[in-house]
């Protein structure tokens, strides 16, 4: 699902103080498996998210749109609301593993456990193993999951609670408390699927999302990941947005100009299987267009006059648009 941290049918847990950034970095790994598109310099493999909000829905409807606005569109990433009890038998239980069943997701994260188990004996072996057991339910159908949690006061690398939910993990990962420069960085306590020392590391970003009836500004926290090592010679960009790349170098072979009109590279990338391999031609165009909103946002592309051209090592004579204006 994610290389080298998370695989099919994984149970995990993402674990921190109040405020670490829990519930930002999450989706952001949510909406990044539902694209298709890297994490933290980490391949994903595109696929269905469920994101079971069970404490604070509203805030993370903002946050969810927030990822949107910078991102692009998810459109396999679900945010499901209303959800009070997962424990087996319940109402919510039964509906949420009905859906599963019928979309079957490749990932789920429930955030935050303490909310979606309402009454839970953190510290009891048995109402603890209750919980293992609904997360290990919920992987029945391929889908990984992730916990959402705390740490205990004293922490240890461990979430809090009873060590069997520690035991049960094949991933987790420790959010650290900000920095002087507001760093926060993920240290993975546990990894069945790869090394320890991944570089997680991220800032919180504030977008602004529009007014309140009273004038003031509405914003939301996104995650933001720092920039990782520096890609190897020749590599821009995601798969995706390379092979974009690749098809415009090849369609500008003979132009005075060095550029394509934007039409005709657009409908080239609808039918590049390296863009997107989907079988309906409006999801291989919803790729596309994302790939070159994506490009334009990085600033390696730049259009004038409905003309696409490649953005050079120095330009700052350019004008880039917004990914939203190529469209």
Known sequence: VIKKLIAPRDVGCIFGAPGA??????????????????????????????????EDETGMR??????????????????????SNLFVGSAHHKALMRAIEERKPSLIF??????????LEENSAESMGKVVAVARALTAHGAAVVLIHHSPKATD???????????????????????????????LTKNRNGPCDLDIAFKIAVTPMGEDEDGDAITF???????????????????????ALAVH????????????M????????????????????????RRARDVISSLARKRLIF?????????????DEFDVVNGSDLI
């Open 21 to 54: 950034g829990k519930s930002l970095i999450a989706p952001y790994l949510g909406f990044r498996v539902s694209q298709g598109e890297e994490a933290f310099g980490m391949r994903t493999k595109a696929g269905g998210v469920f994101y079971v909000a069970a």
């Open 62 to 83: 903002g946050r969810v749109a927030a990822l949107k606005d910078e991102l692009g569109d998810a459109d396999d990433f679900l945010l499901v609301g209303g959800v």
């Open 110 to 119: 429930v955030d935050t456990l303490a909310m979606a188990f309402p009454g």
């Open 157 to 187: 690398g461990t979430p809090r609670g009873h060590s069997i939910l520690n035991g049960a993990l094949d991933f987790a990962v420790e959010l650290q408390a900000k920095d002087d420069s507001g760093i926060i960085r993920g240290r």
């Open 221 to 243: 926290a996104r995650c933001r990941p720092l920039d990782g090592p520096a890609p190897k010679a020749g590599a821009r960009g995601t798969p995706a947005e390379r092979a």
């Open 249 to 260: 170098e090849r369609m500008m072979w003979g132009s005075s100009d060095g550029g394509v």
């Open 262 to 285: 934007l039409a005709d590279w657009r409908a080239e990338l609808w039918e590049d299987p390296a863009v997107s391999a989907a079988e309906k031609l409006d999801d291989r165009k």
């Open 303 to 315: 259009v004038r006059e409905g003309r696409v051209f490649a953005m050079p090592a120095s330009s």
